[in-house]
């Protein structure tokens, strides 16, 4: 398995991506598997926090998804610390606050 990332917006107890704020991501629950054709996350926590985090003034938090090498779209490779990759099949981990700083 591997790990891929993604941020997302915490508004009044709802998550929101960061790069379009009115769309809501509604199925963000721990143990919930997303199948999407294209389904873009970030190989590191890191990457994702310096790319894609602080596009808005509201809370964010990192979403941290499994996902195998057989649901691989494009992109990477999974092992680049700098990359993004498509998947069609992800888990949902954890959801953890990003620390501002």
């Known amino acids: 398995m591997n790990t891929g990332y993604k941020s997302a917006i915490l508004r009044n107890g ?26 873009y996350l970030g190989t590191t926590e890191e990457f994702v926090i310096d790319f894609y985090s602080g596009l808005s003034d509201e809370p964010e938090v990192l979403l941290t998804y499994e996902y195998k090498d057989s649901d ?18 992800a888990k949902l981990l954890a959801i953890e606050p990003i620390e501002e700083g």
């Open 14 to 39: 709802r998550l929101y991506s960061p790069s379009a704020p009115d769309f809501e991501i509604s199925k963000a629950r721990i143990g919930s598997v997303v199948r999407l054709d294209k389904f």
């Open 72 to 89: 691989v779209v494009s992109g990477g490779p999974p092992s680049h610390p700098y990359s993004e990759i498509v998947v069609k099949r």
